[in-house]
């Protein structure tokens, strides 16, 4: 690619950011990786649950990739999951209070990367 490519500036772009955001992960000691930012973005901050299928959808993520990665954070005590009475073949997830700080650092992250 050549140097000047907008293509190529995008990926440079892509790259400092992701170093950047990676290193602010580390240095705030937030319990999350990188590529999972997302879903703190996705669920509501109200804690109001959405149906397993449609963070799925939105985050565009294997139902299998989201279904160890909601167990990961269950387990520190960041997301709640539960089943949906209605219809036992669907979960609801939705971010606890303890999750909310990790939303703020990543805001604050990313208001200092812009």
Do not use: T
């Not at 901050?45 to 299998?64: A, L, T, Y």
Request: glycine content about 4%; aromatic content about 8%.
């Amino acid at each position: 690619m050549k140097k000047g490519c907008i293509l190529g500036k995008i990926n440079e772009i892509n790259s400092i950011s992701n170093k950047f955001i990676a290193k602010k992960i580390k240095e705030k000691n937030l319990p999350i990786l990188l590529n999972h930012i997302p879903l703190f973005f996705i669920l509501p901050e109200d804690g109001s649950p959405m149906i397993f299928n449609e963070v799925s959808s939105i985050w565009e993520i294997s139902k299998s990739s989201l279904s160890d990665i909601i167990n990961k954070y269950e387990n520190q005590g960041l997301i709640k999951k539960c089943d949906c009475s209605e219809d036992k073949r669907s979960v609801y997830i939705s971010l606890k209070p303890e999750a909310l700080y990790i939303v703020e650092v990543l805001r604050n992250i990313e208001a200092e990367f812009l």
